[in-house]
């Protein structure tokens, strides 16, 4: 093989959702959040139904490995950095120092999929989750943005608050079901509604 790494179906929601939140970055920079935001909803999206995906091809182990491996390193732009990038154009009316909460967010986020690559490593299957997964943040920031934007709130006091909560909720030792059927159906239809609110209201 000409590369290192895996390019088959197992892994394809995984680029693109990594390439989803380098063009929310970009957007961002370039302080055009409506699309940022869609980028986040959209990489959200990737991040749900990608391990469906994998679990549906059959696999070797280091293809599985791989898997596990890509998917961490991937929520690390998609949900932490995608969303610190936007949060400085979303906090810009706030002082300077209230920025210094995208250091909490991070750390407790990095702890967050350490722990979770923990759990994941070991042979006992779980039902729940340990902390709130980062990638709900993918949902909630558009939603909120969404409702700022229909009616015109200046929500960056807001947004702080949400910033520092999930940091907190992303460590606290709470049990979380996993979303399983329905919730997957809700979570898209949740999806679309929000990005059709955005570009047509942003």
């Not at 929520?75 to 810009?92: H, M, N, Q, R, S």
């Not at 015109?152 to 992303?170: E, G, Q």
């Amino acid at each position: 093989m000409v590369f290192i790494g895996k390019y088959n179906k197992s892994v394809i929601l995984t680029y693109i959702g990594i390439t989803l939140a380098v063009c929310g970055i970009i957007f961002s920079f370039l302080g055009n959040i409506s699309n940022a935001m869609i980028c986040l909803i959209f990489s959200g999206i990737c991040d749900l139904f990608d391990g469906k995906i994998a679990r549906l091809c059959k696999r070797d182990e280091q293809e599985k490995e791989f898997g596990k491996q890509i998917d961490s390193l991937a929520d690390v732009f998609l949900f932490l950095a995608l969303p610190c990038v936007l949060g400085v154009e979303l906090l810009k009316a706030l002082p300077l120092y209230f920025n210094s909460v995208f250091v909490i967010y991070v750390i407790c986020g990095v702890i967050r999929l350490a722990w979770f690559n923990i759990l994941a490593s070991s042979d006992q299957q779980v039902k729940y989750f340990i902390g709130m997964p980062v990638a709900y943040i993918a949902l909630v920031l558009p939603i909120i943005y969404s409702v700022g934007l229909i009616f015109k709130f200046n929500l960056s006091l807001v947004y702080f608050f949400i910033y520092l909560l999930f940091a907190i909720l992303f460590i606290i030792n709470v049990k979380i079901s996993k979303p399983k059927g329905i919730w997957y159906i809700i979570f898209f239809i949740l999806a679309i509604i929000v990005t059709i609110v955005i570009k047509m209201v942003g």
